[in-house]
């Protein structure tokens, strides 16, 4: 008996089923695949739970129905102006948590960043504007500064998915986890879905390895928790979640008024925001949904309702969001065994043809199947929306030229440290400029390391 007749033998259960299913195309190079090979692809096929893929392909579309849109309400929190002494407030609790000891820090690195078309993951993105130092050490030295601060480990937990864990995991190795405590950082993986093409078929990667796609950001609950992290994070007494997402240099990981903020008001989660562009900025906004706080994504306003204004000519859904989060961890417990809804993105995969070619597509191709982990706002019985400047915490890197693109955020970046000299009134070099974000991760840090007064 050859060696792939084996491999069909062994497997026959597992080939069976996926002919069953109109999916026995992925076994068609299987004959003239090595020994390994071969075992890999149907150790894969083993692992996919096809009625399961198929229920998913088949659900009603999440933001499918009528559904009453309205502006958010009293969730919504403007910091400007004359709140001062409630920013101050805030700031203090918020401090007092982390001083206690109950704030971990998670940063989403799992996504394929198929439009920055890099196939390194994104994390490993330099963005430092002169160091070139890659973007998930550039978030996790902004932790350093607050560990340092606060003399005290901060989880730094970076949830990575199949396709970017090894990277991820070299990267904090070679780089000594950034200065970070190595006992709590940690790489949490999501798990995959596979892509469909437009006849709900598999597809291959590669003759042998079926094409699969990270769950989407809202697997985060439940990676933290198949890891066993969020009973970690519970039993060391931590008791809420900072999220946010590599692909943003500018935002700030541990932010006291934020926090303070969320546990002030009990939520269980809350998320920043930044005023829209303008009605035609392609981001979700803070809306209610059915009297509930949500997400909404901006395909699904009319025109009419994105260009909407109150009375003070303010975009009536002009809150984008900006994918960060406080997440109480009870919260997070809870929607770690939820069913959230699940989306389909139309996403350009990489994969084989029937001759066993690659093909690159240069338009979407096929669906992957994602959740999000905003989608568990309107679950939470209480949440908080905090506006905060784009300027200061919102550039993401999306895009390989253009808007959102590395171009723009280390333009940004730069922007905002040079803002930072100005107005303390230190000499800035000119044209690139960076501050080492273990010093100061944001202004107030900046000014209090010129010994500036800050506020002045
Ligand atoms: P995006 O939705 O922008 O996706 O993710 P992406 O993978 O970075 O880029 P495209 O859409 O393929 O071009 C926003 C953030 O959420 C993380 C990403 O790593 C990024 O930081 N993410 C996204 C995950 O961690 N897992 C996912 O399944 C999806």
Same mark, same amino acid.
């Given at each position: 008996m050859?060696?792939?007749?084996?491999?069909?033998?062994?497997?026959?259960?597992?080939? /069976?089923?996926?002919?069953?299913?109109?999916q026995?195309?992925?076994?068609?190079?299987?004959?003239?695949?090595?020994? &390994?090979?071969?075992?890999?692809?149907?150790?894969?096929?083993?692992?996919?739970?096809?009625?399961h893929?198929?229920?998913l392909?088949?659900a @009603?579309?999440?933001?499918?129905?009528? &559904?009453?849109?309205? @502006?958010? *309400?009293?969730?919504?929190?403007?910091?400007g102006g004359?709140?001062a002494?409630?920013?101050?407030?805030?700031?203090?609790?918020?401090? /007092?948590?982390?001083?206690?000891?109950?704030?971990?820090?998670?940063?989403?690195?799992?996504?394929?960043?198929?439009?920055?078309?890099?196939?390194? @993951?994104?994390?490993?993105?330099?963005?430092?504007?002169?160091?070139?130092?890659?973007?998930l050490?550039?978030?996790?030295?902004?932790?350093?500064?607050?560990?340092?601060?606060?003399?005290?480990?901060i989880?730094?937990?970076?949830?990575?998915?199949p396709?970017? #864990?090894r990277?991820?995991?070299?990267?904090?190795?070679?780089?000594?986890f950034?200065?970070?405590?190595?006992?709590?950082?940690?790489?949490?993986?999501?798990a995959? %879905?596979?892509?469909?093409?437009? /006849?709900?078929?598999? %597809?291959l990667?590669?003759?042998?390895?079926?094409?699969?796609?990270?769950?989407g950001?809202?697997?985060t609950?439940?990676?933290?928790?198949?890891?066993?992290?969020?009973?970690?994070?519970?039993?060391f007494?931590?008791?809420?979640?900072?999220?946010?997402?590599?692909?943003?240099? %500018?935002?700030?990981?541990?932010?006291?008024?934020?926090?303070?903020?969320?546990?002030?008001?009990?939520?269980?989660?809350?998320?920043?925001?930044?005023v829209?562009?303008?009605?035609s900025?392609?981001v979700?906004?803070?809306?209610?949904?059915? *009297?509930?706080?949500?997400?909404? /994504?901006?395909?699904? %306003?009319?025109?009419a309702?994105?260009?909407?204004?109150?009375?003070?000519?303010?975009?009536?859904?002009?809150?984008?969001?900006?994918?960060?989060?406080?997440?109480?961890?009870?919260?997070?417990?809870?929607?770690?065994?939820?069913?959230?809804?699940?989306?389909?993105?139309?996403?350009?995969?990489?994969?084989?043809d029937?001759?066993?070619?690659?093909?690159?597509?240069?338009?979407?191709?096929?669906?992957?199947?994602?959740?999000?982990?905003?989608? #568990?706002?309107p679950?939470?019985?209480?949440?908080?929306?905090?506006?905060?400047?784009?300027?200061?915490?919102?550039?993401?890197?999306?895009?390989?030229?253009?808007?959102?693109?590395?171009?723009?955020?280390?333009?940004?970046?730069?922007?905002?440290?040079?803002?930072?000299?100005?107005?303390?009134?230190?000499?800035?070099?000119?044209?690139?400029?960076?501050?080492?974000?273990?010093?100061?991760?944001?202004?107030? #840090?900046? &000014?209090?390391?010129?010994?500036?007064?800050?506020?002045?």
């Open positions: 050859s060696v792939r007749v084996d491999v069909r033998a062994a497997g026959r259960e597992v080939i /069976e089923r996926f002919e069953a299913a109109g026995g195309h992925v076994f068609r190079f299987l004959d003239d695949l090595p020994m &390994r090979a071969a075992q890999a692809l149907v150790a894969q096929a083993a692992s996919i739970d096809l009625a893929v198929a229920r392909a088949a @009603p579309k999440a933001d499918s129905g009528a &559904r009453r849109i309205a @502006p958010p *309400g009293d969730e919504l929190v403007r910091l004359d709140t002494a409630r920013r101050e407030a805030a700031r203090e609790r918020g401090l /007092e948590e982390l001083r206690a000891g109950r704030v971990a820090v998670v940063v989403a690195a799992g996504g394929q960043g198929t439009r920055l078309g890099s196939s390194a @993951p994104k994390a490993m993105w330099p963005a430092g504007p002169t160091s070139g130092k890659p973007l050490q550039w978030h996790a030295e902004k932790v350093v500064h607050w560990s340092r601060e606060l003399k005290r480990a989880p730094f937990f970076v949830m990575v998915s396709a970017t #864990a990277p991820t995991a070299d990267l904090l190795r070679w780089h000594r950034c200065g970070l405590d190595a006992t709590w950082v940690r790489t949490p993986c999501q995959e %879905l596979p892509a469909l093409d437009d /006849e709900g078929r598999l %597809l990667a590669t003759t042998s390895r079926i094409a699969m796609a990270p769950n950001h809202g697997g609950y439940r990676a933290l928790a198949d890891a066993k992290l969020l009973d970690l994070l519970g039993d007494g931590f008791t809420t979640i900072s999220y946010v997402q590599v692909d943003n240099p %500018l935002i700030q990981p541990v932010d006291p008024v934020f926090v303070g903020l969320h546990v002030e008001a009990g939520s269980r989660i809350s998320s920043k925001s930044v829209k562009t303008g009605p900025e392609q979700g906004v803070f809306a209610r949904i059915d *009297g509930s706080p949500a997400i909404v /994504e901006y395909s699904e %306003l009319t025109p309702q994105s260009e909407a204004t109150d009375v003070n000519g303010e975009l009536l859904y002009g809150q984008g969001n900006i994918a960060a989060h406080c997440i109480d961890l009870a919260f997070a417990q809870e929607m770690a065994r939820t069913e959230l809804p699940v989306h389909r993105a139309r996403k350009s995969v990489r994969h084989v029937g001759s066993g070619n690659a093909v690159t597509p240069s338009a979407p191709n096929a669906t992957k199947l994602e959740t999000f982990l905003f989608d #568990a706002i679950l939470a019985e209480q949440s908080l929306v905090m506006e905060t400047s784009r300027a200061r915490e919102f550039s993401p890197i999306k895009n390989a030229t253009g808007t959102d693109s590395p171009e723009s955020a280390r333009n940004d970046l730069v922007a905002l440290f040079r803002g930072w000299h100005d107005r303390a009134g230190v000499p800035a070099a000119r044209g690139l400029l960076e501050v080492d974000p273990r010093l100061a991760p944001d202004e107030e #840090a900046f &000014r209090r390391l010129h010994g500036v007064a800050t506020g002045a």
